[in-house]
């Protein structure tokens, strides 16, 4: 997520929406965009009500049983990733699909909690990505603070005067990148970095960049214990874990043998989870959704446009699955995806009904700049709009803040859109009276963590949303023109990605 990470009236027929008991509505037919035929909107209710809630639960369990019998996850680099990509592969290809699963390397950070102390007094402390870590005996030297100035320990001018050989340094955040300041201590000398925050929020991350040259080990701390720890002279040990893995993952990509191939709708949803837990919700929901789709959509469909599917690795990692297939392709094969539609958590216990933010109709803050959102991208949102108020469930915007697997493909140049039912943010109460739910609570408090399980997915939204993409992709598998449509093959614009 970097975030950013994500509705089906079959299920609302039967279900309680939520805990206030708010029902979801009958079913009722999507109005179709002007310029739509009415066939492509048969086709796509047809492949919506055969994408149910209970197929898409069973995929969700069969995900859970492999996280409990590996570890309780289903990371990068595990056996339950493993197991997963098995799982999904074995599905497609049982129904008749060729299923690849290229490989790709991936660079993963592994740290745990660490400590820093200065006399008797100890302060928690977190590694930054791609730091190194210490011995178990940690590092011990002078803990010297540098000046909180316009440019804090940015150049080596700043510690001027300063005897930072062989030290503990002390530095605040901010003015430039967390490498440029730890290999400015490095070159001065300095065994360690101790990079104090600057906000009052919780205690900071950070990282050094997949290909960082400092050797010495850099650690974060919050503001007010990097206040203490200036007013604390004398030697600092700081111990952390921290350690770089080099691995192997895969995607699993398959597509129709019909339709055509310059015009292809392409659908993904990242297949890991993060170490801490199963997944289920994130993003079990969202593989389960996507793969039931394909299942019921079948090998070779009746369809005017191709439809690939694509199940992406490492995306807990940094989005590197999804990132490394666009890499992969030149710019013919590009311009012949129309569009990407992404689904990254649609089963939260405490559901928002989000579509990506395709016409930018979102205030821009001014802390964050403007997404590039790609032609066509507006479109997609009109039509995931108009599914969810079908299904009584009104929608509201969520950015393309580069959180999830679209990113790629956005800065690609290929359309995108997608639903999403919201993850550590809190619904408000203007969401809790249109959706249900509670305000003041995460969309998902379990987001990221071990009680990410399936007894913690909403099935509403689960059938809600995962429905949806049966109806987004039918729809785009058969029309791609009118209001809603894509722009043809001679009018797109893309951009190939270097590797990375």
Not at 11 to 31: G, H, R
Request: hydrophobic share 35%; net charge negative; charged share 20%.
């Amino acid at each position: 997520m970097v975030d950013k990470k994500l509705a089906a009236i079959l299920l609302a027929l039967v279900m309680v929406l939520t805990a206030c008991s708010q029902q979801a509505q009958e079913p009722q037919p999507v109005p179709a965009a002007p310029g739509t035929p009415v066939e492509a909107v048969e086709f796509a209710t047809s492949l919506q009500q055969r994408v149910t809630g209970e197929a898409m639960m069973n995929h969700l369990r069969a995900l859970q049983d492999i996280a409990d019998a590996h570890d309780g996850n289903r990371a990068a680099g595990t056996s339950g990733y493993d197991a997963s990509v098995d799982y999904v592969a074995e599905a497609l290809r049982t129904a008749g699909f060729e299923v690849q699963t290229p490989e790709f390397e991936v660079r993963v950070f592994r740290s745990e909690p660490g400590t820093i102390t200065v006399g008797d007094a100890e302060y928690g402390v977190r590694a930054l990505e791609y730091s190194t870590g210490t011995a178990a005996s940690g590092v011990t030297a002078r803990l010297v603070p540098a000046r909180a100035e316009d440019s804090p320990g940015c150049t080596p001018q700043d510690y001027d005067g300063l005897d930072v050989s062989g030290a503990v340094v002390l530095v605040d955040r901010g003015h430039c990148p967390f490498a440029e300041k730890a290999a400015v201590a490095a070159e001065r000398g300095a065994v360690a970095v101790v990079i104090a925050d600057n906000t009052d929020a919780r205690q900071l991350g950070g990282t050094l960049g997949d290909g960082t040259s400092v050797k010495i080990p850099v650690v974060s701390v919050s503001k007010a214990d990097g206040a203490r720890l200036r007013a604390r002279p004398g030697d600092a040990t700081i111990r952390v874990e921290a350690e770089v893995q080099e691995l192997t993952s895969r995607n699993v990509i398959a597509q129709t043998s019909t339709g055509s191939t310059s015009d292809v709708v392409m659908v993904g949803a990242h297949l890991d989870s993060v170490p801490e837990g199963p997944g289920i919700n994130d993003n079990g929901s969202g593989v389960a959704a996507v793969l039931e789709t394909a299942l019921q959509l079948g090998s070779s469909p009746p369809v005017n446009n191709a439809v690939r599917f694509g199940f992406w690795g490492a995306e807990e990692i940094g989005l590197v699955g999804s990132r490394k297939y666009v890499e992969s392709l030149n710019g013919d094969q590009l311009k012949d995806i129309a569009m990407y539609l992404n689904f990254d958590m649609v089963g939260s216990p405490n559901p928002g009904y989000f579509t990506y933010d395709g016409d930018q109709s979102t205030p821009f803050r001014r802390d964050q700049p403007p997404a590039r959102v790609p032609e066509g991208s507006a479109g997609i949102e009109r039509t995931l709009t108009a599914y969810l108020e079908s299904a009584g469930m009104p929608a509201q915007d969520t950015s393309f803040d580069g959180r999830s697997d679209y990113d790629a493909f956005t800065f690609a140049g290929i359309p995108s859109g997608g639903l999403y039912s919201g993850a550590e943010e809190d619904k408000t109460q203007a969401q809790e009276q249109q959706w249900g739910g509670t305000a003041g609570e995460p969309f998902d408090p379990n987001y990221h963590r071990p009680q990410d399980t399936i007894d913690n997915i909403d099935p509403t939204s689960q059938g809600i949303q995962g429905a949806g993409v049966g109806y987004v992709v039918g729809l785009y598998s058969q029309d791609q023109s009118g209001r809603n449509g894509m722009p043809i093959r001679d009018d797109r614009t893309r951009h190939e990605i270097a590797p990375s």
